[in-house]
């Protein structure tokens, strides 16, 4: 299979929920799972999944339940429990433990699905800019941000406008082809982001997560390799958070990604890939 080719691959989890993403490299190599952040899509990695698969891992981007291309939950349950549950139904499928990457809600499930458990069932966890403890202020603005248009867009170019607005540390970019992959194209013309809806109202009232209780217990338990990859001036994890977090998991590194916000792998994606790589060459091997 040639790196450079993703490969559709499907997962069947519970209420009769079909996860979708795309895999690079071969079914042979090492897995290396990355799980998106709440309100994007597999397609939030950049080059990453790639890259690593060139370097000789098996790289496999799922889009979360309620989002991307995966079904919708039919009784709209986007509990912290089911998206544990899919993560280890998942992982169950690979002939050997596989390496997790997990972005902001991505991160929270491996978290819980690892640190719930006395039972190894991933080799190493790395989470991208999520801590059990996050900064209220940067929660506000991201639920914010996600509960805006909510009859969606005219144009590709007004959702890009919007982003631009919503990451000023960011250039807007002139080619939309990536931005198009997180939107759809309902009946009525509009576009709409690609999640479903009730997502965020389930999770936002989980006391368990956006508390941090339920995190900082799973954190504390966590014996796996562990990194944390915090984008330097994230508003969502601050250095007093990830702190925290170093004394919950006292073996867990820590790399700070300069210039960076919560989106790391998207605001400087060969830093980020660097370290993902760097990583997973010392804790999950090739042989």
Same mark, same amino acid.
């Given at each position: 299979?040639?790196?450079?080719?993703?490969?559709?691959?499907?997962?069947?989890?519970?209420?009769?929920?079909?996860? =979708?993403?795309? !895999?690079?490299?071969?079914?042979?190599?090492?897995?290396?799972?990355?799980?998106?952040?709440?309100?994007?899509?597999?397609?939030?990695?950049?080059?990453?999944?790639?890259?690593?698969?060139?370097?000789?891992?098996?790289?496999?981007?799922?889009?979360?339940?309620?989002?991307?291309?995966?079904?919708?939950?039919?009784?709209?349950?986007?509990?912290?429990? $089911?998206?544990?549950?899919? %993560?280890?139904?998942?992982?169950?499928? &690979?002939?050997?433990? @596989?390496?997790?990457?997990?972005?902001?809600?991505?991160?929270?499930?491996?978290?819980?699905?690892?640190?719930?458990?006395?039972?190894? &069932?991933?080799? %190493?966890?790395?989470?991208?800019?999520? /801590? *059990?403890?996050?900064?209220?202020?940067?929660?506000?603005?991201?639920?914010?941000?996600?509960?805006?248009?909510?009859?969606? +867009?005219?144009?590709?170019?007004?959702? !890009?406008?919007?982003?631009?607005?919503?990451? @000023? $540390?960011?250039? #807007?970019?002139?080619?939309? /082809?990536?931005?198009?992959?997180?939107?759809?194209?309902?009946?009525?013309?509009?576009?709409?982001?690609?999640?479903? *809806?009730? +997502? %965020?109202?389930? %999770?936002?009232?989980?006391?368990?997560?956006?508390?941090?209780?339920?995190?900082?217990?799973?954190?504390?338990?966590?014996?796996? @390799? /562990?990194?944390?990859? #915090?984008?330097?001036?994230?508003?969502?994890?601050?250095?007093?958070?990830?702190?925290? &977090? =170093?004394?919950?998991? *006292?073996?867990?590194?820590?790399?700070?990604?300069?210039?960076?916000?919560?989106?790391?792998?998207?605001?400087?994606?060969?830093? +980020?890939?660097?370290?993902?790589?760097?990583?997973?060459? !010392?804790?999950?091997?090739?042989?």
């Amino acid at each position: 299979m040639e790196h450079d080719e993703s490969q559709p691959i499907e997962f069947s989890v519970d209420n009769g929920v079909t996860i =979708r993403g795309d !895999a690079w490299g071969s079914p042979a190599d090492p897995p290396v799972i990355f799980l998106h952040g709440g309100g994007q899509t597999r397609h939030a990695w950049g080059s990453t999944a790639k890259e690593v698969a060139h370097k000789g891992w098996y790289a496999v981007a799922i889009d979360l339940r309620g989002h991307g291309d995966s079904d919708w939950d039919p009784k709209g349950d986007y509990s912290v429990d $089911h998206f544990k549950q899919d %993560l280890i139904t998942i992982s169950g499928t &690979f002939s050997r433990q @596989p390496a997790v990457v997990g972005a902001s809600l991505g991160g929270m499930m491996g978290l819980v699905s690892q640190g719930e458990t006395d039972d190894q &069932f991933i080799s %190493l966890l790395i989470l991208v800019d999520v /801590t *059990p403890r996050l900064e209220a202020t940067g929660v506000e603005r991201i639920v914010a941000f996600m509960l805006a248009n909510p009859d969606g +867009f005219d144009s590709i170019e007004e959702a !890009a406008d919007t982003i631009s607005q919503y990451l @000023p $540390h960011r250039s #807007r970019r002139a080619d939309t /082809t990536g931005l198009q992959k997180n939107l759809k194209k309902d009946p009525d013309g509009r576009y709409r982001w690609h999640w479903d *809806p009730q +997502f %965020l109202q389930k %999770l936002t009232e989980n006391e368990d997560v956006t508390g941090g209780t339920r995190l900082a217990a799973a954190a504390k338990n966590l014996k796996v @390799p /562990t990194l944390l990859i #915090r984008g330097k001036i994230s508003d969502i994890v601050s250095k007093e958070c990830a702190d925290e &977090f =170093r004394d919950l998991v *006292p073996h867990a590194e820590h790399i700070d990604v300069s210039g960076a916000g919560h989106m790391v792998a998207g605001d400087s994606n060969d830093i +980020f890939t660097e370290s993902v790589m760097n990583f997973l060459e !010392a804790h999950h091997p090739k042989s």
